[in-house]
């Protein structure tokens, strides 16, 4: 098999490494660096066109292919069919440029979202890493299709929603530890854990504003910042650290040892998120034993069972009251949570690389290859 990853970094690289860890098949990874997203969407495909054809001459000719999503396939499939051999082709995902939230900067308009559109019709299957992803692409089509000047493409839409499908990324939980491995209390008081990509759509000033006026009530905590810094001035965070002062005893990204640590010892993860297609971070962060506190909308009530919905999830504008009671009772909440971390371990690598194998398995049979 062949993995195209045009952006390797974070959550794209840690799918893509894990697959290649887990599954039972031969996967050849074809990747370019997590940078420059917009040039990986324009030019990507030149790139991993080059870098697919010395994959081939090396291995051989791939039974199937799955292609991470912020890359405009239909052009790289294109670019490499003469080399390719025409094999099934899968469309992975992580988010698409519909959806996602524009930064108070981009202009770009429809070309990135058409880039995705172009890669669902080339592709044989699509897979979306949650059903709350899958629905939002699938509502939003019709629209940016309608924008077209002419030969709409709508016709197309029952065909190639018929060919998507939801199928949850791994994470890799091995190193994480257990709740019941959770250090004794020491007399310190709570950590709250906020570890998401430092970007707008995580809305972390939401976070800092709750932690503050709790601060200004009295209420005793500590607070971690983690995550991936992918911004060169991530001024809402610099504010929050300086406004919340010395009760931030973690800031910035950390080493991976460093950070299984960290979700060792964190009681609270808590996210104000208004774009989140699936959520590693929280899966981490709840599979360790931190109580999650997390909005009521998004991919969060898909990746928490819905036994756990009214403990783990606060309705909108429901913060502060959240924190304030989570923080003002923790043994209590961690009752409220027995079993949670153990739910999400259904999210761990060796749990979901079986359904992986079993596709590209047959994938790879129904097109009379082997994989």
Known sequence: MLLLEPFHSGSHAAWADGLCAHSHHEVVPVTLPGAFWRWRMRGGAVSLAEAARTAIADHGPPDVVLA????????????????????????????NQLGYPASPNQRDGDEFPLANWRSMVAADEVWCNSRFQLDELLAGLPALLGRSPDAPHAHLL????????????????????????RPAPDGRPPLVLWNHRWEHDKNPTAVFRALERLAGEGMAFEVAIAGE???????????????????????????RADYLALLGRADLVVSAA??????????????????????????????????????????????????????????????????????????????????????????????????
């Open 158 to 181: 029952d065909g190639v929603a018929a060919r998507c499908s939801v199928v949850p990324v791994g994470v890799d939980l091995a190193g994480i530890p257990a709740p019941e491995e």
């Open 274 to 371: 208004y774009h989140e297609y699936f959520g590693i971070s929280v899966v981490e962060a709840t599979a360790a034993g931190a109580v999650p506190v997390l909005p009521d909308r998004l991919s969060y009530p898909e990746v928490v069972p819905a036994d756990w919905h009214a403990t783990a999830l606060y309705p909108d504008g429901g913060l502060t009251s959240r924190l304030r009671e989570v923080l003002g009772d923790l043994p209590g909440w961690r009752v409220r949570c027995a079993g949670l971390a153990a739910a999400m371990r259904r999210f761990d690598w060796p749990a979901v690389v079986g359904d992986y194998d079993d596709r590209l398995a047959g994938l790879a049979e129904g097109y009379g290859r082997a994989p």
């Open 68 to 95: 991470s999503g912020m890359l405009d396939l239909s052009a790289w499939l294109g670019l490499v069919r003469r080399d390719l051999g025409d094999p099934p082709v899968v469309l992975y995902l992580h988010e």
């Open 229 to 255: 810094n992918v911004r060169a001035d991530p001024r809402e965070m610099d504010e929050g650290r300086a406004a919340l002062g010395d009760r931030v005893v973690q800031f910035g990204h950390l080493p």
